[in-house]
């Protein structure tokens, strides 16, 4: 079983930052295949922010690929969001995933941009 440790989220002012972190542990003996990050708005479906492979392959939503920027270290099994210049309508849940057998998802972590 996978479990997920999100932290890193938070309020913060329009134009600043901040730098999500998800950390997998359990039962596993190898690395997922992919690691990445959904959100959730109020009302709105969840959608992909962005993702990387086992290989460092990265995908980013064609609208925040200029301020947001994926990483991740295998070691720690742990995938990293950074997020810069932030706007009112990042406002959401973050989601960390991961790509095992199945995809396995965190409990979410909540960003509020906001002044």
């Known amino acids: 079983q996978v479990q997920f440790v999100e932290s890193g989220g938070g309020l913060v002012q329009p134009g600043g930052s901040l730098r999500l972190s998800c950390k997998v542990s359990g039962n596993i003996v190898s690395a997922p295949a992919a690691m990445g990050w959904y959100r959730q708005a109020p009302g709105k479906q969840r959608e992909l922010v962005s993702s990387i492979t086992s290989a460092g392959t990265t995908t980013y939503a064609a609208s925040l690929r200029s301020r947001f920027t994926i990483s991740r270290d295998i070691d720690k099994r742990t995938v990293y969001l950074q997020m810069n210049s932030l706007k009112p309508e990042d406002t959401a849940v973050y989601y960390c995933?991961?790509?095992?057998?199945?995809?396995?998802w965190g409990q979410g972590t909540q960003v509020t941009v906001s002044s």
């Open positions: 995933y991961a790509d095992y057998l199945v995809r396995t």
